[in-house]
């Protein structure tokens, strides 16, 4: 057997990234990630700003280091940037919410 066939047809090519498919699940998951946390965050802030904060804030440390470990996983990482994507989209929309 050849060293090339030792890891089966899913061996790691590093100079093949699927760009297309990737970014279609960037976007998808941080168009999904955006709307939730903005529903969320704004149910939040109904109650009170500070608990729409201090929720936000502890769910975001508490995924943090989880995802800092997953960021190099090939179709992961394309889920990651998404998701937190999503999470700035969706704290700047609450934001704005607020404030306007």
Known sequence: MKED?????YRAQPDS????AGLTVVVLVAWLGG?????????????????A??????AAVG??????????T?????????AALGV???WLAVLFDQLG
């Open 5 to 9: 066939e030792a890891d089966g047809p």
């Open 17 to 20: 990234v699927p760009w297309a």
């Open 35 to 51: 709307v939730a946390v903005y529903a969320f965050g704004a149910a939040l802030a109904a109650v009170h700003p500070l608990v």
């Open 53 to 58: 904060v201090a929720v936000n804030v502890v």
């Open 63 to 72: 995924v943090a280091p989880t995802a800092w470990r997953w960021r190099f």
């Open 74 to 82: 090939p179709v992961v990482r394309w889920v990651l940037a998404g």
């Open 88 to 90: 700035v989209f969706g």
